[in-house]
């Protein structure tokens, strides 16, 4: 084993992913096993050289028993052969992982990565070091491969993370433990690791080896490499997408539609993250399902994870929070917004867009303003027309439509204000009483926060 060639290579890394400048604090997650204390004795070895301050977490996962306890008793020796100090930490990750819902494996990460954040806080350390191989490399490709993943996932796990380093992320699990057998350093072996039970166990001791061995002995060397061209390219498409997008956080579908597919995709997950939606619960099922929105006239929506909507109106996509559904108050109307009088042939209608007359003898029950409800519908010549469809047909953007102020007798909608009333009230040779109406211009966009209602029955008052 060529001590100084593997040595040269890890150094490397973290010279040319800048992973640790002079100054920085460094904790390194150690379990005990050969990868994590390969990782510890190198920096150990080159803290000065480094300039960093060093120390270690370990955690106790509370498995395995004895054997856990032993490895931390382990790591604790090790440490102090080193003087680096070790921070330490018990959890049950079993019972997390019931409480949570998650797999052993989820649950274990999950806990580690918090508390190693923790630990790190509080030793004031700005770098976390974990020992990551090209194998893991290689097993995470392939996991996220078989569960679809897209080339985010087949670019499998980065050198860098925000504050998460890993410095063996160019070396094999076998060179790691020729290194330290070479130097006669001891680690611990995991038992686990021989379990099938384990999705990435099979994969490291059943797949990998007889793809290795049956097709070719660089296998893992080919798809760390081809890890390496899908991270490119997941680098090269978000760039794409965020120029698309510019400063926005919608797009045109004119223009996201002339895209080819894989740039629609990586649109489409730029506004995921834009709209802040959770990632964690986000996957390539609901990407294709808001590539695939379409719709009379371009319309359509999709609910999505974490209370959040994809919808495509005529003009744009985009995605957001669900908008809080408006409730359809009710108060009476102010004595100066509304005024009843005799009709007299021959004058002029006013044509403002906020003011309306109707034929007050044709409204035979109570008015109010309100947001539109299924079975709305006004009157065009003696043809009936349902708001929804008037709606489509005059391209008002699917996220205005539950917005729109509505003058309504049941399901009748005399006006839709700012846009058109029902032929059914208009003004004819046969009325005899007219009601004016009017609406504020900023009621049109919220309709359902200053509804109103007056008696069109019985007992209306001819001079208000």
């Known amino acids: ?38 990782l510890l004795f190198l920096l150990a070895e080159w803290k000065e050289k480094l300039g960093i301050r060093l120390a270690a977490f370990h955690l106790n996962h509370g498995l395995r028993g004895d054997e856990a306890y032993q490895d931390e008793e382990s790591v604790r020796a090790l440490c102090e052969r080193l003087a680096i100090p070790l921070k330490v930490e018990r959890k049950d990750v079993a019972a997390y992982a019931k409480e949570k819902g998650m797999s052993v494996e989820e649950a274990g990460r999950s806990l580690r990565y918090a508390c190693l954040e923790r630990a790190a806080g509080e030793l004031s350390l700005n770098r976390i070091a974990t020992a990551h191989h090209k194998d893991d490399q290689a097993e995470t490709v392939l996991m996220n491969l078989f569960r679809g993943g897209g080339l985010a996932g087949l670019a499998g796990i980065p050198s860098v993370r925000g504050n998460i380093i890993r410095p063996l992320l160019e070396v094999s699990r076998q060179e790691i433990e020729a290194y330290l057998s070479a130097r006669g350093i001891g680690w611990r072996t995991d038992s686990t690791n021989r379990e099938t039970v384990y999705l990435r166990n099979r994969l490291r001791n059943v797949l990998l080896p007889w793809v290795t061995k049956k097709i070719n002995d660089q296998a893992v060397s080919h798809i760390v490499r081809f890890a390496g061209l899908a991270g490119q390219a997941d680098v090269y498409f978000k760039s794409e997408a965020k120029k698309l997008l510019g400063d926005q956080c919608v797009v045109s579908v004119r223009l996201f539609d002339a895209q080819p597919e894989i740039i629609r995709s990586y649109v489409v997950r730029e506004l ?19 590539m695939r929105l379409t719709g009379p006239g371009g319309g359509a929506s999709v609910d999505l994870p974490g209370g959040f909507v994809a919808v495509r109106d005529y003009e744009t996509l985009t995605v957001r929070r669900q908008a809080e559904e408006v409730p359809c108050t009710l108060q009476p109307f102010a004595p100066s917004r509304t005024r009843i009088f005799a009709w007299e042939k021959g004058t002029e209608i006013p044509k403002k867009q906020y003011t309306k007359w109707f034929d007050y003898d044709k409204i035979k029950d109570t008015l109010v303003f309100r947001t539109r409800k299924t079975g709305d519908y006004f009157l065009i010549g003696e043809k009936k027309k349902t708001i929804r469809r008037y709606c489509m047909d005059e391209k008002i953007p699917r996220g205005e439509r539950d917005r729109l102020l509505l003058l309504a007798e049941g399901s009748h909608i005399l006006w839709i204000v700012g846009y058109r009333i029902s032929d059914y009230y ?23 926060q200053d509804s109103c209602a007056t008696d069109g029955g019985g007992s209306r008052q001819k001079d208000q």
């Open 1 to 38: 084993m060529d001590v100084r060639a593997m040595e040269r290579r890890v150094w490397e890394t973290i010279q040319t992913q800048h992973m640790a400048d002079s100054g920085d604090g460094v904790l390194a997650a150690v379990s005990g096993g050969a990868d994590s204390v390969c």
């Open 272 to 290: 995921f993250d834009r709209a802040a939606c959770g990632k964690k619960d986000i996957t390539e099922r609901h990407i294709r399902s808001v």
């Open 426 to 448: 208009k003004l004819s040779e046969e009325t005899q009483t007219v009601i004016e109406i009017k609406a504020d211009k900023g009621e049109k966009r919220h309709g359902g």
